[in-house]
């Protein structure tokens, strides 16, 4: 009888498992999904004897199952006794990643935090250097994303040979790795103190800049930042020697660096590094900036692109604070105010959506006579979604300029609004007229807005 009963409670198991090897794909893809459910009726041990080597084997299949698969073995800890045969798991997801399964990769990760150090050294850090040195490039390509997340965990033998390791990836002949490198050394030099990154990672990043392909280049300014965020936090806590040392590796290595980029020959990495402006030049120091950094900045006010001219615009701004008024009114204002005559409307919203930065250091007052033409001149634009844009910024703009301001010169315009032949622009002027009302006040609303609806 208990033959009888341990037979009946395996049969379902054994469908599950048959479905696994099904010529169907949906039969395979929903066994995967109901994996768990064949672990627990195994147990731990069954499961990491059985059902993980045969998993092991099952890496040649359509991508959806693969990605599945990748995704399940993720949550698996608990199903082969815990973290302490998490190792255990590695060796399908490894399988797995050199196939360039992204989802891989995110559940090697997953496991690893979860591993102890031991485990760390004696079996993830060797599958991410296997990875790493593999003939095919795809398996290179996942290695990359494996080196963040054991680094803090590994010991300081184990973390050279992971930084030498990534190295050879950054120089790597294959565009499509040194890609991906680019894309995860920005998380890996977080995890390192600015000693290292000063002396190993400046060097890979100044060589990721330098790459032939635009794509590669791109992907640098993300670890610019990173670069240039790590190398500061050590000067909180560092005394006057090493502070003057980060200083003069911001100066020497990052700011040429930046420069570089923003000089690129590529409108998309002008753009992205353009994106981050404001938060890079805030760890500069002012005369730095203003003499080494704003002259590449000035001349993409003139770029070709008006994508890049649309992502100084939303940056521009973010330099008033930094500056502080005097060298704002000298140096940003007329940027700003060219920009604010711009051919592209999307470059125009921009800057005006970030007027309040530059109104706290300079005052309205200098800003608002060239300020008018280009409100004026969005409000009656074409196309109505640019008319709907600049409606919305409205109620902000108001705030700024002061009830005189906005009395004189723009009351009538939003007036004009109630009328257009777009209904969206028409419901967002009267919302419009109830957010100015709570700015300007209930009188404000009988005196201006009344009168002119009766």
Not at 173 to 193: G, I, S
Not at 285 to 312: F, G, K
Not at 366 to 371: D, E, T, V
Request: aromatic share 6%.
């Amino acid at each position: 009888m208990d033959a009888n009963n341990q037979n009946d409670e395996l049969y379902p198991i054994a469908v599950l498992i048959d479905e696994l090897k099904h010529d169907d794909v949906l039969l395979r893809l929903n066994a995967i999904h109901r994996l768990s459910t064949i672990a627990l009726a195994l147990g731990p041990e069954r499961t990491r004897d059985e059902l993980i080597p045969f998993l092991d084997e099952s890496v040649e299949d359509e991508d959806e199952v693969l990605t599945a698969l990748s995704h399940e073995l993720g949550g698996f800890v608990e199903y082969v006794g815990g973290p302490e045969y998490g190792h255990v798991l590695l060796s399908p997801l490894e399988n797995l990643a050199a196939i360039e399964e992204p989802l891989a990769v995110e559940s090697l990760n997953r496991i690893c935090e979860q591993l102890s150090q031991e485990q760390v050294e004696n079996h993830f850090i060797p599958l991410a250097i296997r990875l790493s040195k593999a003939d095919w490039f795809t398996s290179k390509i996942s290695a990359t994303g494996l080196y963040n997340v054991p680094y803090s965990r590994a010991t300081a033998t184990s973390q050279e040979q992971l930084r030498q390791q990534f190295g050879h990836l950054v120089h790597d002949e294959t565009p499509m790795v040194r890609r991906k490198a680019a894309d995860n050394l920005a998380k890996f030099v977080k995890e390192m103190p600015a000693t290292l990154v000063i002396e190993e990672m400046i060097p890979l990043f100044n060589h990721l800049a330098s790459d032939e392909q635009d794509s590669v280049r791109l992907l640098t300014v993300d670890i610019l930042i990173a670069i240039a965020e790590v190398v500061p936090k050590e000067q909180q806590s560092s005394h006057g020697i090493a502070k003057a040392v980060d200083e003069e590796v911001i100066s020497r290595d990052l700011v040429p660096a930046f420069v570089k980029l923003l000089k690129d020959s590529e409108a998309e990495v002008k753009s992205a590094i353009a994106g981050q402006i404001s938060g890079f030049c805030a760890l500069l120091d002012r005369d730095v900036l203003l003499r080494e950094v704003m002259p590449s900045i000035e001349e993409l006010v003139s770029d070709q692109s008006e994508h890049v001219r649309a992502s100084l615009g939303m940056q521009i701004s973010g330099l008033a604070p930094i500056l502080g008024k005097e060298d704002t009114i000298n140096h940003l204002l007329p940027m700003f105010l060219q920009m604010l005559k711009d051919d592209a409307s999307g470059v125009r919203l921009n800057i005006i959506s970030r007027l309040e930065l530059v109104n706290n250091v300079i005052g309205i007052d200098r800003l608002s006579q060239s300020l008018l033409p280009a409100i004026v001149n969005l409000a009656e634009d074409k196309q109505w979604r640019v008319r709907l844009a600049i409606i919305e910024y409205v109620p902000l703009l108001a705030s700024q300029l002061g009830v005189q301001f906005f009395d004189d010169k723009l009351s009538s315009l939003c007036m004009s609004w109630l009328g257009d032949t777009v209904f969206s622009i028409r419901e967002a002027s009267t919302m419009n007229l109830k957010k100015l009302t709570e700015v300007f006040g209930v009188e404000w609303a009988n005196r201006a807005i009344v009168p002119q609806s009766r």
